[in-house]
């Protein structure tokens, strides 16, 4: 497996959790501190958030980095705010 389709993996699963939170765009760009259009392009996946962002996404998607990471099969280790 390639780094490249190791990303598209991730990217996937970010996408996915953004769209199942049940959260707009924009609550979560609020939530996370970012412009709306930067969490539009991590749907799109134009753009990948950096570490830190990455981490309170999560907190605010409420799944465990784990999970979006491909390094956990289930998010048994999810949490909400």
Known sequence: MGKETVLEEI???LREAIRQ???SQKAIAE???IHPSTVNKYIRADKFPSID???ILCRVLGIS???I???AETDEGSFKQ
Do not use: E, I, N
Request: hydrophobic share 40%.
């Open 11 to 13: 990217q996937q699963r």
């Open 31 to 33: 939530k996370v501190g």
């Open 69 to 71: 990471l491909g390094l």
């Open 21 to 23: 939170s049940g959260l």
């Open 53 to 55: 962002t990455f981490a």
């Open 65 to 67: 980095s784990d999970v």
